[in-house]
């Protein structure tokens, strides 16, 4: 069975940083995409990056790009997000997400809180 365990998640003020990590078991994920996406209260679930798992590519929103680093740990299995420069506006509860086949997996979330 798929489990995505997300950790890292917490409160920080403006303008600095975060990892979160996402730990991925249950199948082998060599060619599956680890996403991660983020959903503030009152808003829509919005994609934030992407990883394909074998060729290491990335994929970002454009809200995020130059600040945010998405990266992949094959020996542990784990998915990372190395957020840098946040601003209040990031606050969300964070989700990394696989899909395999037709199916996506979605881990639990993880809240992160920027003060202004």
């Known amino acids: 069975q798929v489990q995505l365990v997300e950790s890292g998640g917490g409160l920080v003020q403006a303008g600095g940083s975060l990892r979160l990590s996402c730990a991925a078991s249950?199948?082998?994920?060599?060619?599956?995409?680890m996403s991660w996406f983020r959903q503030a209260p009152g808003k829509e679930r919005e994609f934030v990056a992407a990883?394909?798992?074998?060729?290491?590519?990335?994929n970002y929103a454009d809200n995020v790009k130059g600040r945010f680093t998405i990266s992949r740990d094959n020996a542990k299995n784990t998915v990372y997000l190395q957020m840098n420069s946040l601003k209040p506006e990031d606050t969300a509860v964070y989700y990394c997400?696989?899909?395999?086949?037709?199916?996506?997996?979605w881990g639990q979330g993880t809240q992160v809180t920027v003060s202004s």
């Open positions: 990883i394909s798992w074998s060729s290491g590519v990335t």
């Open positions: 249950g199948r082998s994920f060599s060619r599956s995409v």
């Open positions: 997400k696989v899909r395999i086949g037709v199916m996506d997996y």
